[in-house]
């Protein structure tokens, strides 16, 4: 059974940094792209960053390039998202992803993951 957990989420004043962790099990994670998608209730759902299987390629959505850091560590399982200068507006649930392996091209389409966490809560306070 694949299971994907968050954790690392919290309440942070704007400017202050957060680390999410996803722990995954129940796949072979080496052979997986993981993704971070966000959403705000009302809203889609929308691509934050992803990683490529062997972490050779990384992608970020404009509003966070700079600011946040994807990276993988296969030998525990797990992916992270270092975020920085965190602002209001990521305020969001974030969910990690993981799916088959992906070009860079299409690494940013959600349909494209076959399994999700459960997400953490990011609030940002200004």
């Known amino acids: 059974q694949v299971q994907l957990v968050e954790s690392g989420g919290g309440l942070v004043q704007a400017g202050g940094s957060l680390r999410l962790s996803c722990a995954a099990s129940?796949?072979?994670?080496?052979?997986?792209?993981m993704g971070w998608f966000r959403q705000v209730p009302g809203k889609e759902r929308e691509f934050v960053a992803a990683?490529?299987?062997?972490?050779?390629?990384?992608d970020y959505v404009d509003s966070v390039k700079g600011r946040f850091a994807i990276s993988r560590d296969n030998a525990k399982n797990a992916v992270y998202l270092q975020m920085n200068s965190l602002k209001p507006e990521d305020t969001a649930v974030y969910h990690c992803?993981?799916?088959?392996?992906?070009?860079?091209?299409?690494?940013?389409?959600?349909?494209?993951?076959?399994?999700w966490g459960q997400g953490t809560q990011v609030t940002v306070s200004s």
């Open positions: 990683i490529t299987w062997n972490g050779g390629n990384t």
């Open positions: 129940g796949v072979t994670f080496s052979s997986f792209t």
């Open positions: 992803a993981a799916g088959g392996r992906m070009t860079v091209l299409s690494i940013r389409n959600a349909n494209l993951y076959g399994y």
